[in-house]
Nanobody
């Protein structure tokens, strides 16, 4: 499985931005977004199961970020609304073949290249 992420950029506080991640090869059961801010650990942001029905979010993004899945499960998007400077980070798409959303980076086998999101105040 290869993951290709896109959609990062520079925005102002309060703006919206949508990230996309396309999976090629075998469709993974679970996909997720992680992010890593400068000097910080990589953290779970959102995850989604194969059907797109079950989702999980980091508490600080609940109500602002929406993760969706389409194209028979091969593409996920992360719609990010009301962005704040603290959302600035490199965002990574991740996937695993097993069912079950995990917030642990160790659970994910496949990783895309990061895409930088910068939110100015």
């Amino acid at each position: 499985v290869q993951l290709q992420a896109s959609g990062g950029g520079l925005v102002q506080a309060g703006d919206s931005l949508t990230l996309s991640c396309a999976a090629s090869g075998r469709t993974p059961s679970t996909m997720a977004w992680f992010r890593q801010a400068p000097g910080k650990e990589r953290e779970f942001v959102a995850g989604i199961n194969l059907s797109g029905v079950r989702k999980d979010y980091l508490d600080s993004v609940k109500g602002r970020f929406i993760m969706s899945r389409r194209n028979a499960g091969n593409t996920v998007t992360l719609q990010m609304n009301s962005l704040q400077p603290e959302d600035t980070a490199v965002y990574y798409c991740a996937a695993k073949p097993q069912a079950g959303i995990s917030t642990s980076r160790a659970a994910y086998y496949y990783w895309g290249q990061g895409t930088l999101v910068t939110v100015s105040s």
